[in-house]
């Protein structure tokens, strides 16, 4: 079979180009975060005084925690409700398609229309933007991600296991709860994973529907604020530090995904 | 097998009151200013206008968004031009070695969109790592101005969404029918012309997705334009930002995205179409 | 996979739940200050903590515009105190979104020289402080352009060898009064036709810019990346800092007087303590801080008349007296025409 011979050399060239191409400027910062002058122009050493001053920063501290409350709020919503969504539309008897234009929309539309059309709704409802704003809007998309991922695996389950339950006398809590939430665990917990991904990173949407003040700073919005002030060496630890966070939930949900793969 | 009753109302309708409420309607509303008059400091005025959307349409503005569907254009088809090869190597590794491979494809694709736009500031600007880089190797010119431009912004997009078009060209292409490609060589077909009347075609559903993907995240993009075009070069994304936070025009940027999201939306039908009209017997089902 | 996976998902779901319920707790300080990054003591939440007792929350906005938008969406809500240039102060003051400054709490306002206590916008200070004032020119590399730039067409029209190496300000306000003032019109035109002609001349203007910039523009001196920036002059002395090759000039053409101000809004629930941190602020001592850190101008008579006279020598845009810079004109708020500039802007910016 041609589709699995060893790679050619021509194919490891083009894999090794871009891979260079995607991790060395991932590579600079990375580096440039121990570099003791924190400017690209030269090395003047290794340090770790950029680390040490993101620690004495109370903003980013602030905004880090901000961003892991906002992350766990949305993902835990969002996977209850995509989840159910999932579930739902999978099992519908009637197809139709507003419900699923619905449910893809959030993934499509530009983040720039959602942040402005949520700015207007809260503010013309009198709402006061803060933390609970920014995870009401973060579960629009997320939900829309974790359904994604939850019916993707759905498309494979067999509902006779189900069928069987009820058969059985088993009522619909206990058959969910049973049956179908064990069967879906690794795509629920994929999809939670992606949406928490999702929503640490966004930055547009929670900056047009974050409030006043620290209370309800992310890190995205802190990182821009950094980057629009000028190229400060705590951005790359920063980054960093963020990347490093970034790898280790993907590589835990990529290791739960082999794991579990039916 | 049919999915047996499950209430799949009942299931549904959490997230889809959560989409009416906080997507639907706010998109609705923004919809409902763009037909208002503006206030001098954001807000709207009670009077009825089509000045905005008229105003959406003047050459000035429709410009931007030309030119932002330039740049989205070029953008993906650069991606589409990098990735496939890619994607193609990866999917031709040995078989244990293409989920690390793919893995480590997409890794960067989870790292903040900001960070990674950032990156290239480092790299390009006047002063950065690549103009250094170039006085070390000799060069004794004027510094090469590479920030702020054009390129630069489409550099940028295409660097932050090349994982998602390998992802998706690589998914088309593990999907092919490996018996497709022997018959084609026992046919007598040459690896050049195997690629190109049976693999390319095939894989087009892959590359597709990929790029329409690349193409509506960036003409409707904010952060690029604004970090890696130093304000000279606005996109559409921009210019609903700006209406909203500098020139505090709500009607107008309401109609902006409005227009926006008309484009997107035929975008999107289309190529739900041409996916529907190229699915069927190809592609084994996964 | 088994059950056990499905009930820790359910308990891992309730628990995250609970946090959910956690959050929305406000912020505990007593006041929330937004200003422009960097434009206070680092350690002023500290400093006014020992001096008061009270606790601040400080925050960034980047432009006026920025704050603004805020501020009319949320009718003021969540913030105590902000600063923001004379002319959205007025704005402000019109919308009624101000409170008004309760004078005998702020014993400190003598200290403002007598031309700070009158400014046209706010004649006795019924509504805001001036913090910090100054006008807008051109910073330049001495060592890398000459001759020397004396006019704003140096900047919108560059000779060859600056094409390429010039920022300009992008806010509403000062964009367009580069523009108007290069043609001979007042910072302050309404009249459509000159802020047409203003447009025009920016839109040619902008294919000769490396960027526009209101926040680094000064890195980009000191690191070579530009020559000639548009900036206002105490964020010019932030490159003298690091080069002393960098200069300051105001252009022949005239230009404006900004005035930086700190104004309470009519929301807060903490007026007392935000005019003791007015009050605070026209201390002598930490005002001439704010000069000799922030390198703006401050509108406070003893405080400047503390300074170190190296300082001047230094910085000598520091050393313009009150009178001297008066001579410019002031900016004010544009009423209806504010529509006009934003479009301005919006097309300048729009176009190719």
């Known amino acids: 079979m041609s589709s699995v011979r060893a790679p050619s050399r021509l194919g490891g060239l083009v894999l090794a180009a871009i891979f260079a191409f995607l991790y060395v400027p991932i590579a600079v910062l990375v580096l440039l975060s121990f570099n003791a002058s924190g400017l690209p122009t030269a090395w003047t050493g290794f340090s770790l005084k950029w680390y040490g001053a993101l620690a004495g920063n109370a903003n980013i501290l602030h905004a880090a925690w901000n961003t892991l409350v906002v992350g766990l709020a949305a993902t835990a919503i969002s996977t209850v409700l995509g989840t159910l969504l999932a579930i739902g539309l999978e099992t519908r008897r009637r197809k139709g398609t507003a419900i699923e234009a619905l449910a893809f929309a959030p993934m499509v539309i530009p983040d720039i229309v959602l942040a402005v059309a949520l700015l207007t709704f809260f503010s013309s409802l009198d709402i006061t933007l803060g933390l609970p704003t920014i995870v009401v809007s973060h579960v629009i998309f997320d939900l829309a991600f974790v359904n994604a991922v939850v019916r993707a695996r759905l498309k494979h389950f067999d509902f006779s296991i189900v069928e069987a339950s009820r058969d059985l006398g088993a009522g619909y809590v206990t058959t969910f709860r049973r049956i179908l939430l064990p069967a879906l665990a690794p795509a629920i917990i994929a999809g939670a994973l992606l949406a928490f991904t999702l929503s640490i990173d966004e930055f547009i949407i929670a900056f047009f529907t974050a409030g006043a003040g620290r209370s309800s700073i992310t890190l995205p919005m802190q990182i821009y604020s950094m980057i629009r002030f000028g190229i400060t060496p705590e951005v790359n630890a920063l980054a960093t530090l963020v990347?490093?966070?970034?790898?280790?939930?993907?590589?835990?949900?990529?290791?739960?995904n082999k794991e579990q793969a039916p | 097998m049919s999915p047996p009753d499950m209430k799949s109302g009942l299931l549904v309708t959490p997230a889809v009151a959560w989409l009416v409420i906080f997507m639907l309607a706010p998109c609705l509303l923004v919809l409902s200013y763009a037909f208002l008059?503006?206030?001098?400091?954001?807000?709207?005025?009670?009077?009825?206008?089509?000045?905005?959307?008229?105003?959406?349409?003047?050459?000035?503005?429709?410009r931007v968004f030309l030119t932002s569907a330039r740049i989205a254009a070029l953008a993906t088809l650069f991606a589409v031009l990098l990735a496939y090869p890619a994607a193609y190597a990866i999917a031709r590794a040995p078989r244990r070695w293409q989920p690390v491979?793919?893995?480590?494809?997409?890794?960067?694709?989870?790292?903040?969109?900001?960070?990674?736009?950032?990156?290239?500031?480092?790299?390009?600007?006047?002063?950065?790592?690549?103009?250094?880089?170039?006085?070390a190797l000799g060069?004794?010119?004027?510094?090469?101005s590479m920030l702020y431009s054009e390129p630069a912004v489409i550099l940028g997009l295409v660097y932050n969404y090349l994982p998602f078009v390998i992802l998706a060209i690589y998914s088309a292409l593990s999907r092919l029918n490996p018996e497709l490609i022997e018959a084609s060589h026992d046919l007598g077909g040459g690896a050049l012309r195997t690629f190109w009347r049976v693999t390319l075609p095939l894989s087009l559903p892959g590359v597709a997705a990929g790029g329409v993907f690349v193409f509506v995240l960036s003409i409707g993009n904010f952060v690029t334009p604004a970090l890696l075009g130093g304000g000279r070069f606005q996109m559409i994304g921009n210019l609903v930002y700006d209406q909203f936070l500098a020139a505090n025009d709500w009607p107008f940027g309401a109609a902006l995205g409005m227009v926006l999201i008309a484009i997107m939306t035929a975008l999107l039908l289309v190529q739900a179409r041409l996916a529907a009209r190229a699915g069927g017997d190809t592609a084994r089902p996964a | 996979m088994n059950a056990h996976v499905g009930k820790a998902v359910s308990r891992g779901a309730a628990a995250l739940f609970g946090l959910v319920l956690g959050i929305g707790t406000a912020s505990a300080a007593d006041l929330v200050i937004s200003n422009w990054d960097g434009y206070m003591p680092k350690d002023i939440a500290e400093k006014f903590k020992a001096a008061t007792g009270l606790e601040i929350e400080v925050v960034n906005h980047a432009t006026n515009e920025e704050i603004m938008g805020k501020l009319m969406a949320s009718g003021g809500k969540g913030y105590d105190v902000v600063f923001v240039s004379s002319p959205f102060a007025e704005v402000l003051n019109n919308q009624k979104l101000l409170a008004p400054l309760d004078k005998a709490a702020i014993p400190n306002l003598a200290?403002?020289?007598?031309?700070?206590?009158?400014?046209?916008?706010?004649?006795?200070?019924?509504?805001?402080v001036p913090y910090?004032?100054?006008?807008?020119?051109?910073?330049?590399?001495?060592?890398?352009?000459?001759?020397?730039?004396?006019?704003?067409?140096?900047?919108?029209?560059?000779?060859?060898?600056?094409?390429?190496?010039?920022t300009m300000l992008a806010t509403d306000r000062w964009l367009m009064a580069a523009g108007l003032l290069a043609n001979g019109y007042s910072v302050n035109a309404t009249d459509p036709a000159q802020i047409k002609t203003a447009t025009d001349t920016l839109i040619a203007a902008k294919k000769t810019l490396l960027a526009y910039d209101d926040t680094t523009f000064y890195s980009k001196l000191v690191s070579g990346e530009a020559v000639l920036v548009h900036a206002w002059d105490g964020w010019c002395n932030y490159g003298i800092t690091e080069n002393a090759a960098i200069k300051f000039v105001v252009p022949k053409e005239g230009s404006d007087v900004f005035v930086d101000t700190i104004v309470v809004l009519k929301s807060s629930e903490h007026k007392d303590a935000a005019m003791k941190f007015l009050n605070y602020i026209l201390d002598a001592k930490n005002h001439a801080w704010v000069a000799e850190n922030i390198l703006y101008k401050v509108p406070n008579k003893p405080a400047m008349e503390s300074l170190d006279k190296a300082l001047f020598e230094k910085y000598p845009n520091l050393a313009m007296t009150p009178d001297e810079l008066l001579k410019n004109e002031l900016l004010r708020d544009l009423g209806p025409a504010q529509k006009l500039y934003s479009r301005a802007v919006s097309e300048i910016k729009a176009a190719n």
Do not use: H
Not at chain 3, 111 to 128: E, H, I, R, V
Not at chain 3, 139 to 155: G, V
């Open chain 3, 132 to 166: 910090s004032w100054g006008t807008t020119g051109l910073c330049y590399r001495s060592d890398l352009i000459s001759p020397a730039p004396t006019s704003w067409w140096d900047l919108l029209k560059p000779s060859d060898a600056v094409k390429g190496k010039t």
């Open chain 1, 243 to 256: 990347m490093g966070l970034s790898a280790t939930v993907l590589m835990i949900s990529q290791w739960l």
């Open chain 3, 111 to 128: 200290n403002l020289y007598p031309q700070a206590a009158a400014l046209a916008y706010d004649p006795g200070n019924s509504f805001s």
């Open chain 2, 139 to 144: 060069y004794r010119g004027e510094p090469l």
């Open chain 2, 37 to 62: 008059e503006r206030g001098t400091w954001g807000g709207v005025e009670y009077t009825l206008t089509l000045e905005n959307i008229a105003r959406a349409f003047d050459p000035l503005y429709a």
């Open chain 2, 101 to 135: 491979l793919l893995f480590f494809a997409v890794l960067p694709f989870w790292s903040n969109y900001l960070i990674r736009t950032y990156a290239w500031i480092v790299l390009l600007n006047r002063e950065g790592l690549v103009n250094n880089l170039l006085k």
